[in-house]
């Protein structure tokens, strides 16, 4: 969308735009009592309360103008989640409702609900009354303390800490990312509030478009609402952020694991075209050993923007291409649109008339908007009918040995709405989708699923057209539970400084949101890069879990070898360090499908208690031993790295330094200040041409002890499988644990075993080769797996 500008009109910003719900608004009033099942419903003056208690501190809180049993079923949370009988008391002054540790009160006086969880705190509450609403809009205010922090909202501009502005969930084609820019493509109606008593998350689960405004007219307080007569919270008691993201990440589920290739370095451009440029860029990456595993097809590779169709003057053979590249060692991604070009002649046009799979205006007719195409119309994705539909027209890009889908503009955008602010730039208020087992509605109440549908349904053709293999969908648009089915990149971004900046909390926060598969275009999307931004953005986003570079069609070009030998030399081993750490990198997506664990992480993840780091947005963790201080201003060769507290290993000299403190890193161009936080082991591998070969062979771990003495001590896994296939979740898998142990006696003693918790992938290594860091002598060794103590390698000697 590097056409289109703004030409100086003034863009609507949040400044102009404020919560539309009034502070002052009617509160609701006195209560009574009754049950069904395990939901106690709360009869209030304006509407009603449900009240549901979940296992593991979640209580679900549904508020309505009219009778809140009465919800739809959600996009975002999985199943039916179990729910628990409460225990019920009636005080003078409140209704009081616990289960598992956690009591909500009721107040009849003013309405207002609070959580109280033992022995007694007061973690979450509704300021004057259950819920405040005025015409169009309902919400809650939630008191806000001085301590409080607030993290999560999914894909937004600003900093780490979300406090001091409104944030909208309007899932937007918004290419213009001013630092208040908002609302993007993505809505995530997560906010983790942090206090001295732990996190609670406050989770909305609401399709339509809803608010967050955090503390920006009043300091201390946080209004949550929504465009709709009913909405429906879920507040997670935690002790700290990581307890939120996990019970968060259960009920809206977990990143399937990807395959392996999707985590190596992805290669785009708006666009490569014809074939003999895809083949040209394949081919100068081996040429120059830059390792690569995906090239992007964008638009171009289509019939006149048909999705679903090859075109037949520049992609003649899109077969022959997929197993050229494929000898190569790189796979081939394609973009789908959803817009489907109105042409009586075109088989997806055709059998989508046929099928009733388009969204319709209240008129009944089918609505026709506008897309790279010329007009189309938009699939009605909430339907389940056209979702399959859509999973069977994928057919001509598998059998052409497609390896993953690029889902874009499915917020959805369409260019015959309103140019200059990007909220409208998308269907009208009239037009109509009719989910499964409801009547007609209006797509604007399912807005911000538009993506989301689109990608169940992608998810559901690799499940259709490769059952064995994993799938890898990447989305533009999403909500909360997209996770389950693709990974995301945040849009058009530029190559801006500012931008390069932006990338570090908005990935950090979509990963404390349920999105730890997350990344921006390296390079910048629209605008030209220069040598040296573009040498510092490789660097950086070599450590972002979702890593790809991408550019528009005016830029200068944006490949690894564009910007000069220096730069080439630079991007080449970052790219290649990437690699190395692929080991290390595919642990933590092991752990992020099995727990939602963040693949990268504020340092507030792992240092709740230090203020330092409350809304540190320069600094991030990858897993939990390697910190990243990415350099972000063009000149600057040094820059200042906060370490918190305990031993830190500087990763290139080896230097070992205490924290807290403040350190000055040496940062010419081809160097990344990057640090290991002690005790630590890393897998590290040799870097190959793809991750699938790099990952074949045994990696080495890195031994950072630090000074400290302890008994034997996980620091980590090792996953092996075959990368690829759904195997693994029928055992096909091999899991060990590295333990570490240091004794300061006479001599040095620094112990390491390898112990096997699965077993199940005969090609896991027989053997690692050891190195010792901090010692005076980098030792090299090896030890082989076995039950806890076996196959223990060990080192005596002097520090
Ligand atoms: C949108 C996408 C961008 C893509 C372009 C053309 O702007 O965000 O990534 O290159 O459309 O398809």
């Known amino acids: 969308m590097q056409n289109r500008t703004h030409e100086g009109r003034p863009l609507p910003s949040e400044a102009t735009r404020r919560l539309p719900i009034e502070k002052d608004a009617r509160f609701a009033g006195a209560v009574e009592h009754t049950e069904s099942g395990r939901t106690s419903f709360v009869s209030l003056a304006y509407g009603s309360a449900a009240l549901r208690f979940l296992p593991g501190g979640i209580v679900r809180l549904t508020l309505s103008r009219g009778d809140a049993r009465e919800t739809e079923p959600s996009f975002a949370v999985l199943g039916e989640p179990e729910t628990l009988p409460?225990?019920?008391?009636?005080?003078?002054?409140?209704?009081?409702?616990?289960?598992?540790?956690?009591?909500?009160?009721?107040?009849?006086?003013?309405?207002?609900?609070?959580?109280?969880?033992?022995?007694?705190?007061?973690?979450?509450?509704?300021?004057?009354?259950?819920?405040?609403?005025?015409?169009?809009?309902?919400?809650?205010?939630?008191?806000?303390?001085?301590?409080?922090?607030?993290?999560?909202?999914?894909?937004?501009?600003?900093?780490?800490?979300?406090?001091?502005?409104?944030?909208?969930?309007?899932?937007?084609?918004?290419?213009?990312?001013?630092?208040?820019?908002?609302?993007?493509?993505?809505?995530?109606?997560?906010?983790?509030?942090?206090?001295?008593?732990?996190?609670?998350?406050?989770?909305?689960?609401?399709?339509?478009?809803?608010?967050?405004?955090?503390?920006?007219?009043?300091?201390?307080?946080?209004?949550?609402?929504?465009?709709?007569?009913?909405?429906?919270?879920?507040?997670?008691?935690?002790?700290?952020?990581?307890?939120?993201?996990?019970?968060?990440?259960?009920?809206?589920?977990?990143?399937?694991?990807?395959?392996?290739?999707?985590?190596?370095?992805?290669?785009?451009?708006?666009?490569?075209?014809?074939?003999?440029?895809?083949?040209?860029?394949?081919?100068?990456?081996r040429d120059k050993e830059i390792p690569c595993d995906v090239v992007y097809l964008d638009i171009d590779y289509m019939d006149e923007c048909r999705v679903f169709t090859w075109s037949s003057a520049s992609f003649p053979d899109p077969l022959r291409l997929s197993r050229e590249l494929a000898e190569l060692g790189m796979r081939m991604v394609t973009i789908v649109d959803p817009g489907v070009k109105l042409d009586p002649e075109y088989h997806a046009y055709q059998s989508g008339m046929a099928g009733d799979h388009f969204c319709r205006r209240a008129t009944g007719e089918v609505y026709e908007g506008a897309v790279w195409a010329g007009r189309s119309a938009f699939p009605d994705f909430t339907r389940s009918e056209t979702r399959a539909w859509w999973a069977e027209l994928h057919k001509v890009l598998f059998e052409n040995g497609v390896a993953g889908i690029w889902n874009d503009m499915n917020e959805p955008a369409d260019f015959s709405g309103e140019f200059y602010y990007r909220p409208d730039f998308t269907p009208p208020?009239?037009?109509?989708?009719?989910?499964?087992?409801?009547?007609?509605?209006?797509?604007?109440?399912?807005?911000?699923?538009?993506?989301?549908?689109?990608?169940?349904?992608?998810?559901?053709?690799?499940?259709?057209?490769?059952?064995?293999?994993?799938?890898?969908?990447?989305?533009?648009?999403?909500?909360?539970?997209?996770?389950?089915?693709?990974?995301?990149?945040?849009?058009?971004?530029?190559?801006?400084?500012?931008?390069?900046?932006?990338?570090?909390?908005?990935?950090?926060?979509?990963?404390?949101?349920?999105?730890?598969?997350?990344?921006?275009?390296?390079?910048?999307?629209?605008?030209?890069?220069?040598?040296?931004?573009?040498?510092?953005?490789?660097?950086?986003?070599?450590?972002?879990?979702?890593?790809?570079?991408?550019?528009?069609?005016?830029?200068?070009?944006?490949?690894?070898?564009?910007?000069?030998?220096?730069?080439?030399?630079?991007?080449?081993?970052?790219?290649?360090?990437?690699?190395?750490?692929?080991p290390y990198l595919y642990t933590q997506f092991h752990d992020a499908s099995a727990h939602g664990t963040p693949v990268v992480r504020p340092l507030v993840w792992h240092y709740p208690e230090d203020r330092r780091v409350w809304n540190l947005n320069d600094e991030f963790f990858l897993g939990p031993d390697m910190l990243v201080a990415p350099v972000l201003s063009p000149g600057a060769r040094a820059r200042s790295v906060y370490l918190p507290e305990g031993e830190w290993y500087d990763f290139w000299s080896g230097e070992l330094l205490v924290g807290p403190t403040d350190v000055?890193?040496?940062?010419?161009?081809?160097?990344?200040?990057?640090?290991?936080?002690?005790?630590?082991?890393?897998?590290?591998?040799?870097?190959?041409?793809?991750?699938?070969?790099?990952?074949?062979?045994?990696?080495?771990?890195?031994?950072?002890?630090?000074?400290?003495?302890?008994?034997?001590?996980?620091?980590?896994?090792?996953?092996?499988?075959?990368?690829?296939?759904?195997?693994?979740?029928?055992?096909a898998r091999t899991v060990r644990e590295i333990l570490l142990s240091v004794e300061n006696g006479e001599k040095w003693r620094v112990g390491c075993a390898v112990s096997e918790l699965q077993s199940g992938f005969e090609a896991a290594p027989s053997a690692y080769d050891v190195i010792l860091h901090g010692a005076q002598v980098m030792e090299s060794s090896s030890v082989r797996p076995g039950s806890r103590g076996a196959g223990e390698w060990t080192w005596l000697g002097a520090k």
């Not at 450590?543 to 220096?566: L, Q, Y």
């Not at 890193?665 to 890393?682: G, I, N, S």
């Open 86 to 285: 409460p225990e019920v008391e009636e005080a003078g002054s409140f209704l009081g409702l616990s289960a598992e540790g956690v009591t909500a009160r009721v107040y009849y006086e003013s309405g207002s609900i609070e959580l109280i969880q033992e022995p007694g705190d007061t973690r979450f509450e509704t300021r004057g009354g259950a819920f405040v609403f005025d015409d169009t809009v309902m919400g809650v205010h939630i008191p806000l303390g001085g301590e409080d922090r607030v993290y999560g909202l999914g894909e937004k501009t600003g900093s780490l800490d979300k406090r001091g502005r409104v944030y909208e969930m309007w899932n937007s084609d918004e290419p213009t990312h001013f630092p208040t820019q908002d609302p993007l493509y993505c809505s995530i109606p997560l906010a983790i509030r942090t206090d001295p008593r732990g996190a609670v998350g406050i989770f909305l689960d609401e399709p339509a478009r809803s608010w967050f405004e955090v503390g920006k007219e009043d300091p201390e307080t946080m209004s949550v609402a929504a465009s709709s007569s009913t909405i429906d919270l879920y507040i997670i008691l935690a002790d700290q952020l990581s307890g939120v993201v996990e019970r968060y990440s259960a009920l809206t589920g977990r990143m399937p694991l990807p395959p392996v290739w999707a985590l190596g370095f992805q290669q785009s451009r708006y666009s490569y075209f014809p074939d003999s440029r895809v083949r040209e860029v394949a081919q100068t990456m």
């Open 429 to 582: 208020e009239d037009v109509t989708v009719h989910p499964d087992g409801l009547g007609r509605r209006g797509l604007e109440r399912y807005h911000n699923v538009y993506g989301h549908t689109m990608c169940e349904a992608t998810a559901s053709a690799f499940e259709r057209f490769q059952p064995h293999r994993r799938p890898f969908v990447l989305t533009r648009a999403a909500y909360a539970g997209t996770q389950r089915y693709a990974a995301v990149w945040t849009g058009d971004n530029h190559s801006w400084w500012e931008h390069l900046s932006m990338m570090i909390p908005m990935v950090l926060n979509m990963g404390l949101s349920g999105f730890p598969f997350t990344g921006a275009d390296a390079g910048g999307f629209q605008a030209d890069a220069t040598p040296e931004l573009y040498a510092r953005w490789i660097q950086a986003a070599a450590f972002m879990p979702f890593f790809r570079a991408h550019s528009a069609r005016d830029t200068v070009a944006h490949e690894p070898w564009s910007f000069g030998s220096e730069v080439e030399h630079i991007a080449r081993y970052y790219i290649g360090l990437r690699y190395s750490l692929l």
């Open 664 to 731: 000055v890193a040496r940062a010419p161009l081809d160097t990344l200040p990057l640090f290991v936080r002690a005790p630590a082991a890393l897998a590290i591998a040799t870097a190959k041409r793809n991750a699938e070969e790099t990952l074949a062979e045994a990696p080495r771990l890195h031994i950072y002890p630090g000074t400290g003495e302890f008994r034997p001590r996980s620091v980590g896994l090792l996953v092996h499988d075959d990368g690829l296939s759904l195997d693994y979740r029928g055992g």
